[in-house]
């Protein structure tokens, strides 16, 4: 299937692995031309060169920087001629207890998580507008759905972006303009912060990190762990041509995991 966006110019955050990555590449495939930002720029140079390779037509802006910093969104923004798709990730915070966290740990998980995507959703929605296309894509998670109590910096943050974009996704002056706002779920998904997840788990048990992680494998009706891949692809299709008929949305991948019929 042709996506329709050839030629197109994304933002994709915390793009040097995992599934921001899988977006970046996906969307490369497609012809669209990239900004990619992150934090490490040896990993980040390393993912743009993978990208060219990928498609020599698509170009590959890599900015490092954090995304997180009105600096870092100014430098990610002048990038690019202008913005047509936003994809929106960054990594979650840490998990724990709720007890242990103060307000200033609060507010940077909410800095990160709400915030961040919000102000760039800001900074490119009207001139979206303008030109008659848009397309953002938020990377929150299936706790948003399924809230688990050691991530309740992430449940919280997550779910304030979640009930902000319910309602600025449906002003008429960015859906009638083909605008779309859409969040993307990602459940266990074979990543770095998974497996960072899965150590520590791993440490309290006693278990190893393979024997934890094949249990958390078959707890999943799928028997296995998504792909950062699978879920580029998800991307694509929400920031395509085809999915404009789609805004305020929340799109969970997570294998089955999720027990619920809504």
Same mark, same amino acid.
């Given at each position: 299937m042709d996506l329709g966006i050839t030629g197109r110019w994304a933002l994709v955050c915390g793009a040097s692995k995992g599934l921001g990555r899988g977006c970046a590449a996906a969307l490369v495939r497609e012809g669209v031309h990239v900004v990619i930002t992150a934090r490490g720029a040896e990993a980040l140079a390393a993912t743009a060169a993978e990208l060219r390779a990928m $498609?020599?037509?698509?170009? *590959?802006? @890599? *900015?490092?920087?954090?995304i997180t910093t009105p600096a870092g969104r100014a430098s990610a923004l002048a990038a690019a001629p202008h913005i047509d798709i936003v994809v929106n990730n960054a990594g979650g /915070? =840490?998990? %724990?207890?709720?007890?242990?966290?103060?307000?200033?740990?609060?507010? &940077?998980?909410i800095d990160a998580n709400m915030l961040t995507p919000i @102000?760039?959703?800001?900074?490119?929605?009207?001139? #979206?507008? @303008?030109? +008659?296309?848009g397309r953002i894509v $938020?990377?929150?998670?299936?706790?948003?759905k399924a809230?688990?109590?050691?991530?309740?910096?992430? $449940?919280?943050?997550?779910? +304030?972006?979640?009930?902000? *974009?319910? +309602?600025v996704a449906r002003? =008429? &002056?960015?859906a009638s303009r083909n605008v779309t706002i859409n969040n993307l779920l990602p459940g266990p998904f074979d990543t770095d912060r998974l497996? %960072?997840?899965m150590a520590g788990a791993a440490q309290k048990s006693g278990q190893t990190i393979e024997a934890t992680m094949e249990a958390r494998r078959r707890q999943n009706p799928s028997h296995r762990f998504g792909t950062p891949d699978e879920f580029g692809a998800m991307c694509a299709f929400l920031c395509s041509a085809h999915a404009g008929y789609m805004t305020g949305q929340n799109?969970? #991948?997570?294998? %089955?995991?999720? /027990?619920g019929t809504f």
């Open positions: $498609n020599p037509a698509a170009q *590959v802006v @890599e *900015v490092a920087g954090d /915070p =840490p998990p %724990g207890d709720f007890r242990d966290w103060d307000r200033d740990i609060w507010l &940077k998980a @102000e760039l959703i800001k900074a490119t929605v009207d001139g #979206m507008a @303008e030109r +008659g296309f $938020n990377i929150t998670s299936g706790a948003v809230p688990i109590d050691i991530l309740g910096l992430s $449940n919280g943050a997550r779910s +304030g972006l979640t009930g902000f *974009v319910a +309602g002003q =008429p &002056k960015l497996r %960072g997840t799109i969970l #991948m997570d294998g %089955g995991a999720y /027990p």
